[in-house]
Nanobody, 119 residues
Framework: QVQLVESGGGLVRAGDSLRLSCAAS????????LAWFRQAPGKEREFVAQ????????KYRGGLNGRFTISLNEAKNTVYLQMDDMRPEDTAVYYC????????????WGQGTQVTVSS
């Protein structure tokens, strides 16, 4: 079992930055990925970014234009999502997930953290 707890959400203005954290606990296989999804009001959940637990390889959703950065602190078992130049369309509940194929079918989900960007 893997437990994921997100933190760091809040209300920001357009152009601001925000960093989300995801504390992971339990047995995390080295071949797992950790990732972030988001769900905006009235829309389906969508993949944002992922990072490999062992090698730290990253993958991002198209269209982010380098505004988001995912990183991993293995010593703290924590994954971060740094979000810069935020836009109102980034408003969503952000979820931390873990699994083998996190982009398509994550095995574990956190409870989510709300991010709201005002214009």
């Amino acid at each position: 079992q893997v437990q994921l707890v997100e933190s760091g959400g809040g209300l920001v203005r357009a152009g601001d930055s925000l960093r989300l954290s995801c504390a992971a606990s339990g047995h995390i296989p080295s071949y797992y990925n950790l990732a972030w999804f988001r769900q905006a009001p009235g829309k389906e959940r969508e993949f944002v970014a992922q990072i490999g637990w062992a090698l730290g390889l990253t993958k991002y959703r198209g269209g982010l234009n380098g505004r988001f950065t995912i990183s991993l602190n293995e010593a703290k078992n924590t994954v971060y999502l740094q979000m810069d130049d935020m836009r109102p369309e980034d408003t969503a509940v952000y979820y931390c997930v873990a699994g083998v194929d996190t982009e398509i079918s994550p095995a574990y989900w956190g409870q989510g953290t709300q991010v709201t960007v005002s214009s």
